[in-house]
């Protein structure tokens, strides 16, 4: 049996692919237009679907995108915390292990951000604190774009009405953007 025969090919095939062209009888521009239209609609539907279940948007495209003000390069950073005025209060918000490695100095652990716990540690270490304190906010763990730490951090401390929040843009790691730099660490604890 051929496939044109069965009719599965005919309606489930588009007619511009290119292996079942012989099999087939010319399809009218009609029939082409509707195909077209059903391929835009599926993926108009995987993209909804998709974008549902990300909450409607994906980390990447939410707040603290690169270039936003809420960002604070490295070299800015070393530039505070050098200088003679008052330095903000930095606060590593991702895993021990890195943290033991290298760290920036007088950098203060709180564990990783995408632990409850972690962000109550984080909570309590700031309670005292004026709401309008320089604070800023690292991790570095892996990619900016895949940071599970970064975020959560971030908002915790904006939904508690802290107005001087700064995230260190750590683009590929602490490691790459920090320590390969020379910029000044701190290893232990």
């Not at 918000?93 to 290298?102: C, E, I, T």
């Not at 991790?139 to 970064?150: A, E, F, T, Y």
Request: aromatic share 12%.
């Amino acid at each position: 049996m051929h496939a044109h025969s069965t009719g599965f090919k005919r309606f489930f095939v588009p007619s511009w692919w290119p292996y079942t062209r012989p099999a087939m009888k010319q399809t009218n521009d009609h029939q082409r237009i509707y195909h077209a239209w059903i391929l835009i609609a599926a993926a108009v539907f995987v993209t909804v679907v998709a974008a549902a279940q990300s909450g409607g948007h994906s980390p990447a495209a939410s707040e603290l995108r690169p270039g936003s003000a809420e960002l604070i390069q490295p070299q800015e950073l070393l530039k505070a915390l050098q200088s003679s005025s008052v330095k903000p209060t930095v606060l590593y918000v991702g895993p021990h292990f890195l943290y033991a490695q290298a760290h920036i100095r007088n950098a203060e652990f709180m564990g990783p951000a995408s632990d409850p716990q972690s962000l109550a540690n984080l909570r309590k270490r700031v309670a005292a604190l004026p709401r309008n304190s320089s604070i800023v906010l690292y991790c570095g763990c892996c990619p900016w774009d895949h940071c599970p730490n970064i975020r959560p951090a971030y908002k915790e401390l904006q939904k508690t009405g802290f107005t001087g929040v700064k995230v260190l843009y750590l683009g590929k790691s602490f490691g790459t953007d920090w320590v390969d730099k020379g910029y000044p660490v701190e290893k232990g604890q």
